[in-house]
């Protein structure tokens, strides 16, 4: 299938496809007139691809997992092999929610005491 129609079946853009095979994640075939030739699998390839994205992992990460052949690509998500990833990736969006959290106590506070300062004036 033409990569159109893979972005279509996959509701993913034509340009990520094209990123996505350029970091190796997909593999097309080239026809005579040069262009993409992709197998039906890369559906679901391609879901694979986003479920680790939203989850956190970059493309190298999905890259090496891919490389493992640990599992069938609708089994991806529940790969043994990636828990210590996942809990890695857990840690890091904690740390970023407690980073927000702090953060975003000092702009109410600098808020407060903008408004406070303003109504003494």
Same mark, same amino acid.
């Given at each position: 299938?033409?990569?159109?129609?893979?972005?279509?079946?996959?509701?993913?853009?034509?340009?990520?496809?094209?990123?996505?095979?350029?970091?190796?994640?997909?593999?097309?075939?080239?026809?005579?007139?040069?262009?993409?030739?992709?197998?039906?699998?890369?559906?679901?390839?391609?879901?694979?691809?986003?479920?680790?994205?939203?989850?956190?992992?970059?493309?190298?990460?999905?890259?090496?997992?891919?490389?493992?052949?640990?599992?069938?690509? #609708?089994?991806?998500? +529940?790969?043994? $092999?990636? *828990?210590?990833?996942? &809990?890695?990736? %857990? #840690?890091?969006?904690? +740390?970023?929610? $407690?980073? *927000?959290?702090?953060? &975003?106590?000092? %702009?109410?506070?600098?808020?407060?005491?903008?408004?406070?300062?303003?109504?003494?004036?």
């Amino acid at each position: 299938m033409k990569t159109s129609e893979l972005s279509r079946l996959s509701n993913v853009s034509v340009r990520s496809i094209r990123h996505y095979e350029n970091k190796g994640l997909l593999r097309a075939d080239r026809l005579e007139n040069d262009y993409r030739d992709f197998d039906e699998s890369a559906v679901e390839r391609v879901k694979a691809i986003q479920l680790y994205l939203k989850l956190g992992l970059t493309t190298d990460e999905i890259g090496a997992l891919f490389k493992t052949e640990a599992a069938e690509p #609708d089994e991806y998500e +529940y790969c043994e $092999e990636m *828990l210590a990833t996942y &809990k890695e990736k %857990l #840690d890091h969006v904690n +740390y970023q929610i $407690e980073a *927000l959290h702090g953060l &975003k106590g000092l %702009l109410e506070r600098q808020i407060a005491f903008t408004i406070n300062k303003k109504k003494t004036v």
